[in-house]
């Protein structure tokens, strides 16, 4: 409910917050940096959690043909660290469970930024977040007729339905597309299905953000990360949670594009079709470590997927302890 910029003003960057209050759109200064550079981590952290929190309760959940609201029980991770947690534990619904997870994912990237600021700046982002959890639950309150006040005074006015927050996380996490994606995903799962899909998802999810700068993306944040490095000569990297309602196991595979018109060379091609080369099924379902070194490892030495598109069967991929179980030789 509240959007985050920064302003250079006398030699020094303000962090300011935007928010409609009861008069109309409000700015006001959270704190001042001395280095601009130090802002700018905030400032996206702050937008970030800020969305994550406030989306989720403006929204029907609409899973199933009814309208029911999302939990609220995780604004508590607002100011409460020791709340964080429970942003890893639930099993609601494979998109706010993702919702959540990237919202944990903000607060911890929002702590690290803390670490290289004064004490005095770092309470007064806390006490930023304060006013942020403090606004946002007594609109819940009054919107749902539990607030103990007849006119609730409150600085930062929310409103169901149209939260004013910074949407773009860069992975589309909140837009409406995403959210029904998950949604048919997980449609007809048991409730043991969908644990197993949120435990996928969160290594997938997790394994994303430890790459770094790797340029991976998330086909489908809850089953499959695909990534092609430049440079990689066509060669490229897809890893595939399994199917919650059977008992197959995860899948590495190496790839290339091969082009359709024979005479043109790959990586270098107007069109091509993707060819599986070789795959490891996976005996246990692996970490997001494992998986973020995979990512890191092919974003280092892209050609280290051509390497491994060599591999024979009953061997690991170099540099892993990932044995391949099958060739796609044709």
């Not at 009861?22 to 802002?39: C, I, Y």
């Not at 006015?157 to 959210?179: A, I, M, Q």
């Not at 079709?273 to 974003?299: N, Q, R, W, Y």
């Amino acid at each position: 409910m509240t959007i985050y910029s920064q302003h250079a003003t006398r030699g020094k960057t303000q962090i300011l917050a935007t928010y409609e209050g009861p008069d109309g759109v409000v700015s006001k200064t959270v704190t001042s940096l001395a280095e601009p550079r130090l802002g700018g981590p905030v400032v996206d952290a702050l937008n970030r959690i800020s969305a994550f929190a406030t989306v989720p309760v403006s929204i029907h959940d609409r899973r199933e043909r009814r309208v029911g609201y999302y939990p609220r029980t995780q604004l508590a991770a607002l100011t409460d660290p020791a709340a964080r947690t429970a942003l890893l534990d639930g099993s609601h619904s494979l998109w706010f469970e993702y919702v959540c997870l990237r919202f944990h994912q903000a607060l911890v990237d929002l702590e690290s930024a803390m670490a290289a600021l004064p004490d005095t700046v770092s309470r007064a982002i806390r006490a930023e977040l304060e006013a942020e959890k403090r606004g946002l639950q007594a609109g819940l309150a009054d919107f749902s007729g539990t607030s103990s006040e007849e006119d609730p005074k409150t600085e930062r006015c929310w409103e169901f339905g149209h939260p004013f927050v910074k949407y773009d996380d860069g992975l589309d996490t909140l837009s409406d597309e995403t959210r029904e994606q998950l949604d048919r995903r997980e449609s007809g799962f048991t409730s043991e299905e969908r644990e197993k899909a949120v435990a996928s998802l969160r290594v997938l999810v997790t394994a994303h953000a430890q790459g770094g700068d790797v340029g991976a993306s998330l086909d489908d944040p809850s089953s499959r990360l695909f990534v092609e490095p430049y440079d990689s000569d066509g060669f490229y990297l897809t890893i595939e949670a399994p199917e919650p309602d059977d008992e197959t196991s995860w899948e590495i595979e190496v790839g290339r594009w091969v082009p359709d018109d024979p005479e043109e060379e790959p990586g270098n091609h107007t069109s091509a079709t993707g060819h599986d080369m070789v795959g490891c099924a996976l005996p246990l379902a692996p970490t997001a470590e494992e998986i973020a070194h995979l990512l890191k490892s092919v974003d280092e030495k892209p050609l280290l997927l051509a390497e491994w598109a060599e591999t024979p069967v009953g061997a690991v991929l170099a540099g892993t302890a990932m044995v391949v179980t099958e060739r796609y030789d044709s």
